[in-house]
């Protein structure tokens, strides 16, 4: 690796781990994005529409307009993420053209390519990218992904599928730990990843890269839950703006994912926030409706 | 030496895995309580508006603010924001050293850089500075000695107990940052400087 690729990915990894212990928020306007980051968000995510309205809308989800993404930068000092669809490298370029601080290449967005994903490593700009479980977060990170969140099942409001992702994660970097050495370049085959990189999980213990939870996270237990389950930080896409009080909601959740191992603290942050979002069970899905089974 | 990390929000696993490697225990600071008996704070990057909500939630302001009036308090990035006594077009929060701060005054992400930073009291040659998002001391006062430049700003600034970085030591391997924060922490003579 030259001077160069290893600063930048340095600068971007790095960038990731100052997100953690912290809430990213999906925003789709200034005025959003200014109550986000008073309620103490690490960063938000600039997109025209929220997973749930997307999934209410159908058709086809698209990068946000440039414009919508230059304003809610000019409104907050916090970075600013958007996405792009998987596969859409051009959508990239623009996010990156427009001066993005992170890319989300999305299952939640319709995918531009059924094959392949971006690569990564050709950007300046940090990506993160959605998994289920750890050959998926090493194949992205074998592409470039300076961050990982879990896929969920965005824009439902439940969160056993973020559960479900991340549990299989850890059970994925249990198995790089403890199993013999000689069985790990038939394990690396089996799970589709780079063999340096199950490597790599093994001598760590945990990803290489910084890991959030995402999907259907809609209340601050919700949040501490994924973050007693091991999560770096979460991100909370309908769960605030599609909420009865999101200002205070907001503020609740950024105070779960700190005091995430206080019950006596998350008991008194959950108390009279008003109506979370009405939801959707994530099992009544048909297949089609599944975001997490986009990107493989 | 027990040396604590403000863990509200950010990088905070990092410094306690460097200050573990340097043989010392770290504690997690997340309520007031949290900072009895320590002989140092780190205040860590992230995102300081994050972290000055999550202080004001947990009744922080003022313990640190006392803090750091008689004990040695590293701020990073973030960290140095919440130090400064002077924020380009906000509130100061701890207000403890005597410094004007622009937020972001580099850029965005795509403006973030290494650069090879020479510091002084620190022994063997060049520190690799790693600026995220970074903030730039535009002033500091005449009691702050300032340790290290980048592009004409000051990078690494001390007075008396108070340390502060705007790039990541504790991204990097070179824990020279962090030894010399521990000698600030461990020695008496610092003391006498401190306001």
């Known amino acids: 690796m030259n001077q160069e690729t290893s600063e930048k990915e340095l600068l971007n990894t790095g960038l990731a781990r100052m997100f953690k212990g912290g809430v990213i928020m999906d925003v789709v306007n200034p005025e959003q994005a200014r109550i986000a980051e008073e309620a103490g968000a690490c960063a938000v995510m600039a997109l025209e529409r929220v997973p749930a309205d997307i999934r209410a809308d159908g058709g086809v989800a698209r990068m946000s307009d440039p414009g919508m993404i230059r304003g809610i930068m000019a409104a907050v000092s916090i970075p600013v993420m958007a996405k792009c669809r998987i596969g859409h490298f051009v959508e990239a370029r623009i996010l990156e053209a427009v001066g993005a601080d992170f890319i989300d290449e999305s299952e939640v967005l319709t995918p531009a390519d059924e094959q392949f994903h971006i690569d990564k490593r050709d950007f300046r700009t940090p990506f993160v990218c959605g998994c289920r479980n750890l050959g998926e977060a090493l194949r992205r990170i074998a592409e470039g992904a300076a961050m990982i969140r879990t896929k969920g099942e965005a824009g439902t409001g439940d969160v056993v599928e973020a559960v479900r992702h991340a549990r299989t994660v850890q059970d994925g970097i249990r198995m790089a730990r403890h199993m013999p050495r000689e069985e790990l370049v038939s394990f690396a085959r089996e799970i589709g990843a780079p063999l340096e990189l199950v490597l790599q999980v093994r001598e760590l213990g945990r990803l290489p890269v910084v890991n959030f939870a995402a999907g259907g996270i809609a209340t601050p237990a919700d949040a501490a839950l994924m973050m007693q389950l091991g999560m770096d930080g979460v991100f909370v896409g309908s769960g605030i703006f599609k909420s009865g009080d999101p200002a205070r909601r907001a503020r609740a959740i950024v105070q779960a994912v700190t005091h995430f191992d206080d019950a006596q603290t998350l008991a008194r942050i959950s108390e009279n926030l008003g109506e979370a979002m009405s939801g959707v069970a994530a099992r009544s899905l048909g297949a089609d409706q599944q975001l997490a089974g986009r990107g493989w | ?195």
């Open chain 2, 1 to 195: 030496m027990r040396i604590g990390i403000l863990a509200l929000q950010g990088a905070f696993a990092e410094h306690s895995a460097m200050l573990s490697s340097l043989g010392v225990r770290p504690c997690l600071v997340r309520t007031p309580q949290g900072l009895a008996g320590l002989d140092g704070l780190i205040m860590p990057g992230g995102e300081s508006t994050s972290m000055r909500r999550l202080a004001g939630h947990s009744g922080l302001l003022e313990p640190l603010r006392e803090f750091g009036m008689s004990r040695p308090v590293w701020g990073v990035c973030a960290g140095l924001i919440l130090l400064a006594a002077r924020v380009e077009g906000e509130e100061p929060f701890t207000g403890l050293m005597d410094m004007t701060v622009a937020r972001n005054a580099y850029g965005r992400q795509r403006d973030s850089f290494v650069a090879e930073l020479q510091v002084s009291g620190l022994p063997g040659g060049f520190f690799a500075g790693v600026f995220i998002r970074a903030p730039r001391v535009v002033e500091a006062g005449p009691g702050v000695e300032v340790l290290a430049h980048s592009g004409g700003a000051p990078a690494a600034l001390r007075q008396g107990r108070l340390l502060a970085t705007a790039f990541h030591p504790e991204l990097t391997k070179d824990d020279r940052m962090h030894r010399y924060f521990l000698n600030l922490c461990g020695s008496r003579e610092a003391l006498p400087e401190s306001l």
